[in-house]
């Protein structure tokens, strides 16, 4: 089983990134899949999700409106397009894919918004 989280890096405010999450070894298209993230010295917050029936979105309100969360079942992919980035959306990305008696984490990948 695997999780693999890849696209982020060093972006300057107001610019893009889209982020990947590959996975392998289990049935994704079952899971819901989530974007999380961690910033240095906060908990961990959720930022997006996307449902495995119907592709149903949910945002935090932090995102909303700069973020978009999609999935390709036939790739195995979950992806996190973000748009006008703020420093405060500096954070290590970590994403999860949950079904009935799973539950799976990758290992994240950072994401630095500074001038």
């Known amino acids: 089983v695997q999780l693999v989280e890849s696209g982020g890096g060093l972006v300057q405010p107001g610019g893009s990134l889209r982020l990947s999450c590959a996975a392998s070894g289990f049935t994704f298209s079952r899971s819901v899949a989530r974007w999380y993230r961690q910033a240095p010295g906060k908990e961990r917050e959720l930022v997006a999700d996307?449902?495995?029936?119907?592709?149903?979105?949910n945002y935090a309100d932090s995102v909303k409106g700069r973020f978009t969360i999609s999935r390709d079942n036939a790739k195995t992919t979950v992806y996190l397009q973000m748009n006008s980035l703020k420093p405060d959306d500096t954070a290590v990305y970590l994403c999860?894919?949950?079904?009935?008696?799973?539950?799976?984490w990758g290992k994240g990948t950072l994401v630095t918004v500074s001038s």
């Open positions: 996307i449902n495995s029936y119907d592709s149903r979105t």
């Open positions: 999860n894919a949950r079904g009935s008696w799973w539950d799976y």
